[in-house]
């Protein structure tokens, strides 16, 4: 671990950032059904000509952490560090699904593919394939909006901060996550599913669009008790001068 206290913060919690986006990623091929996991009836809802229930994508469980960990990184190392961070992660995402589809490219072992049919899985290649080779257009609206997301997440933290000093650690960190989760939502299923061969209709984007960030909107109030207990812990870890270092560099850069 190295010497430098403020160093080895930004590896354990760029560490934490990478890998909590890269696992949400990956998992988001499952949709899971909220009221079900709760053993609740199906609420059934009605926006913009459209009906469903509370289906998500198993990635929303992280990407709520994800911004969360912004928002600490932000406090402490500025723009710098979440951008550094952001492309980063941005790249390592990339890298990890080049390699899943080479891996989905090998040819498979004869005993391996029916190797879980008493599970009901037939055919283990297809099922590695579906799971790990997510579309292009849902991997391209994740990573741009992502992206996005970040970077407007930096922009509105800074400018609170300026406009507050250092009151109000929830406005500045809660409330650039409720904005940039507001992009991020309906960026990724335009892209994914608007622009995507799915072609989604206009009613359709905006209604999934919209219970999804609701959705985010609760997990980021809900985490807010988070930032003020990692920021104790922090503030414990570095020590009260150090850590008012790093912060009057964060908000200068």
């Known amino acids: 671990m190295p010497n430098d206290r403020p160093t080895a913060l930004f590896v354990v919690l760029g560490g934490f950032f990478v890998c909590n986006a890269l696992i949400a990623e990956f998992i988001g091929i499952k949709i899971f059904a909220l009221e079900g ?48 961070i952001s492309y980063l992660t941005v790249a390592l995402i990339v890298y990890a699904f080049f390699f899943a589809y080479v891996a989905i490219a090998l040819a498979p072992a004869d005993w391996w593919v029916g190797i879980s049919n008493e599970r009901g899985v037939p055919d283990m290649q297809a099922a590695f394939a579906v799971i790990f080779g997510q579309g292009m257009w849902t991997i391209a609206g994740s990573v741009v909006a992502f992206l996005i997301g970040q970077l407007i997440d930096v922009a509105v933290f800074h400018r609170v901060r300026r406009l507050t000093g250092e009151r109000f650690i929830w406005l500045r960190a809660t409330g650039s996550t409720l904005v940039s989760q507001l992009v991020d939502s309906f960026v990724v299923l335009y892209i994914a599913f608007v622009l995507g061969p799915q072609q989604w209709p206009l009613s359709l984007f905006l209604a999934v669009g919209t219970v999804n960030y609701l959705y985010k909107f609760g997990a980021a109030v809900a985490l807010t008790p988070v930032i003020y207990f990692a920021r104790s812990r922090i503030e414990r870890f570095l020590g009260p001068a150090r850590a008012a270092e790093l912060k009057v560099r964060a908000a200068a850069g």
């Open 37 to 84: 996991t709760f053993g609740l009836e199906p609420l059934n809802w009605s926006l913009f000509g459209e009906e469903g229930s509370l289906n998500f994508t198993a990635g929303v469980l992280l990407w709520p952490v994800v911004f969360v960990m912004t928002d600490i990184i932000n406090e402490y190392f500025g723009r710098r560090g979440v951008r550094f």
